[in-house]
């Protein structure tokens, strides 16, 4: 049974596998992102993290697009004179993205079509990329006589090299799918019409792994990235020990016995197996 929830500009699927799909529901505006959706956004967020049926969270755009950014409109002039909504949908945004970012639970970007200056925040804060060969990443700040803003121009600097940040930002040249792997920008590349089932590929093999240890794996690799040699040792020191503690399935221990004492489990090919499929 699938269950939906639709808001007005964001819909909300979870399917029988633990897949929640979110999908920016505003295709006539190519799902460009106003305050309403980004708090809406921050709300679903909200309730996702503790959703026992949600597995893993599925990010993708109606239409043609993913997100062609913020609406320039509603975002941008009709908030000029009216900072209480400015900063509603500013601080909505900047919640949400750190929400996805330290969710415990994985997130895949399923980007279908045009991803596009503001829209590279909300990417960024997903775990993995899933792109469309055909899809289109760009920042167009520059032609609108505005800069890569609201943290696009960090996010952006972070995940490809200094040169092509320089390039991309000052140019406003697209880039495609393929070309936004080699790039760091997404994870796989594939055909269109192969994207969902890639992108529920990956989702299973997520959730085949034990919830617990996924979610301690991604802040780490995420909190490191910040760190120095010493400072990335002793914190991933601590965070090993207080998985350990956390574990309710103590998939280490396990691990340890089916893979020395009962020979049964082959690290590296396949995840140990979860509590539950043992029954």
């Avoid at 109606?62 to 900072?83: H, I, V």
């Avoid at 760091?184 to 299973?204: D, H, Q």
Wanted: proline letters at 4%.
């Amino acid at each position: 049974m699938v269950t939906k929830k639709e808001y007005t500009c964001v819909l909300v699927e979870t399917d029988d596998e633990g897949i929640t799909w979110i999908t920016f529901n505003r295709p006539e505006k190519r799902n460009a992102m106003n305050p309403t959706l980004l708090v809406e956004m921050e709300q679903i967020t909200y309730e996702l993290e503790t959703d026992d049926d949600t597995k893993v969270i599925v990010i993708t755009g109606a239409g043609n697009s993913w997100s062609a950014g913020m609406d320039l409109r509603q975002y941008f002039r009709e908030t000029d004179k009216d900072p209480v909504a400015r900063f509603r949908g500013m601080t909505a945004h900047r919640r949400w993205a750190e929400l996805l970012t330290w969710s415990r639970k994985p997130t895949i970007a399923m980007v279908n079509g045009y991803c596009y200056g503001g829209a590279f925040i909300s990417l960024a804060a997903c775990d993995i990329v899933v792109a469309a060969d055909n899809a289109t990443f760009g920042l167009s700040e520059v032609n609108w006589g505005i800069i890569p803003g609201g943290n696009v121009s960090k996010v952006f600097g972070d995940m490809v090299s200094f040169r092509n940040a320089l390039f991309y930002a000052m140019t406003g040249r697209t880039i495609d799918g393929r070309k936004a792997v080699e790039m760091g920008i997404a994870t796989l590349s594939v055909p269109a019409e192969k994207l969902r089932e890639e992108t529920v590929t990956v989702a299973r093999e997520l959730i085949a792994k034990s919830p617990m240890v996924l979610a301690y794996t991604k802040q780490a690799i995420r909190a490191v990235r910040g760190m120095d040699m010493d400072q990335a040792y002793e914190y991933l020191g601590a965070k090993s020990m207080a998985l350990r503690a956390a574990d309710p399935e103590q998939t280490r221990a396990r691990g340890m016995r089916e893979f020395l004492d009962e020979k049964k489990f082959r690290p590296g090919l396949e995840p140990v197996k979860r509590p539950s499929e043992e029954k």
